[in-house]
Every structure is written in C-alpha cells, then in structure tokens.
C-alpha cells in the first residue's frame, strides 16, 4: 500500500486562490520530504527540500513567497501555492524520506488547473 | 549542479523487439534510480541501484549501473505493450541544509524516455 499520501488529486480554482497541498507519510516518520513539479511531457523538477523544524531549502529560481512550504511534523509537510495564476498550473509530487540513504516514496500527485 | 541527460527522449517499438535505454550524469554518485510513470499517475520504483556493476532485473526490464562512466542502462526484453509508460531514471546528491546542521539526498531526474510499444 501507499506509504505517502498526497491531497488533494486533482484542484481546480479560480486565480487568485491560494491552494493548499498536503503530503504525509503513513508508515513513517519522514526526516526529508521534498517537493517536485512537472509540466506535461517534462521531468520533475525539484521545488524545495524541507527538514522537520526547519526551514525550507530552495531550488534556485523557485519563489519562497509564492510556494510557502510548512514540514510541521515528521509525518506532514504542506505546499501553499499563494494567490494562484494560470501559470502555477502543473502536477505536483511529494515525496518522503525516513533517513539520508533510504530511497525517496513518492505521493500520488496533485494536479492544480488554476482558471 | 549535477545534469543527468537520458536517451532516448521517445521510443517507438514493436512488441517483442529489446531495447536499451541510458542514463549519463555528470558527477560522481553511487546510487541511481530508475521509476516509472503511468499517463496522469506518479512515480512507481522499478529500480534502486547503490554500487557499482550493480544488476537487477524484473520481468523483462534490467538496468545496471557502471559508477566509473557514469552511466546506468534500461533494458528492455521481448516489450510487451504493458510496458509502454515514461521512464525516469533520476540520480542523487548529498545536500546540507544551511548551517550544516542536516544532510539529504536531492534527486536529479533524466529527462524521460516516453516508451510506446505497440501491439
């Protein structure tokens, strides 16, 4: 079964929405999580990497202000996509590590169609 | 910044055929990933590959992993159309958060090899 479980599958909302992502892991407690985008017919590209207690770490060119990361516990991290446009538009992925050399599990995805 | 480059971007194949698909990156790593990616789905682990000459296998894929040049290679024999999906192989790297205080391992994903095989 899942070990990470991503929600919502699927939001549509309006621009100017602020939308908020859950990503948890279920069987363990996640040290790292980390947070990818993906256009379509495009790899994941890494967003942000979040320690439990920490802040977040960001790709380069990745706007913290806009894509508000928040690993309150070992076993829940949130994405906040704030004041959404169209362009924010994309599939996004969680995924959840319990130590530094364990493989990444992957959430289920979030798609966000901002209208 | 670590580039990890995959061919070929698409592949087109006739059930039954065998092909190969690589993954070069650029700096020393000795763990290399291979996932799946089903249409609208997320990542599904095919395969976790941590040494050098490392070889695993399941069904009819196989990848293997050569740290020295850098490269891991997908293997597909007698395709089946089940198999057709987009594969990633992705590569990790030691990070540290500031001030030192953690470490973690960033994934850095190939571009993808979208697979079509057809009946």
């Known amino acids: 079964g899942a070990v990470v479980s991503q929600h919502p599958s699927w939001v549509i909302c309006k621009s100017g929405t602020s939308v908020k992502i859950e990503c948890r892991s279920l069987d363990f407690q996640a040290t790292t999580m980390f947070w990818y985008r993906q256009f379509p017919k495009q790899s994941l590209m890494l967003m942000a990497t979040s320690n439990e207690g920490s802040k977040a770490t960001y790709e380069q060119g990745v706007e913290k202000d806009k894509f508000l990361i928040n690993h309150a516990s070992l076993t829940l991290s949130t994405l906040t996509v704030t004041s959404a446009h169209p362009e924010d538009s994309s599939f996004y992925i969680c995924?959840?590590?319990?130590?530094?050399?364990?493989?990444?599990?992957f959430g289920d995805g979030t798609r966000l169609s901002i209208l | 910044e670590l580039k990890v480059e995959q061919n070929p971007l698409f592949l087109s194949m006739q059930e039954g055929k065998n092909y190969t698909i690589y993954c070069n990156y650029s700096t020393t790593s000795d763990r290399l990933y291979w996932y799946r990616q089903d249409p609208g789905k997320s990542l599904e682990s095919l395969f976790v590959l941590l040494s050098n000459g490392a070889v695993k296998q399941e069904g009819r894929l196989m990848a293997s992993l050569d740290t020295k040049a850098r490269l891991s290679t997908l293997h597909i024999t007698a395709a089946v159309h089940d198999l057709s999906a987009t594969y990633f192989c992705a590569v990790d790297m030691i990070g540290r958060f500031p001030g030192g205080r953690y470490n973690f391992n960033k994934f850095y994903f190939g571009s993808g090899t979208k697979l079509n095989v057809k009946p």
């Open positions: 995924s959840a590590r319990f130590r530094g050399n364990q493989p990444q599990h």
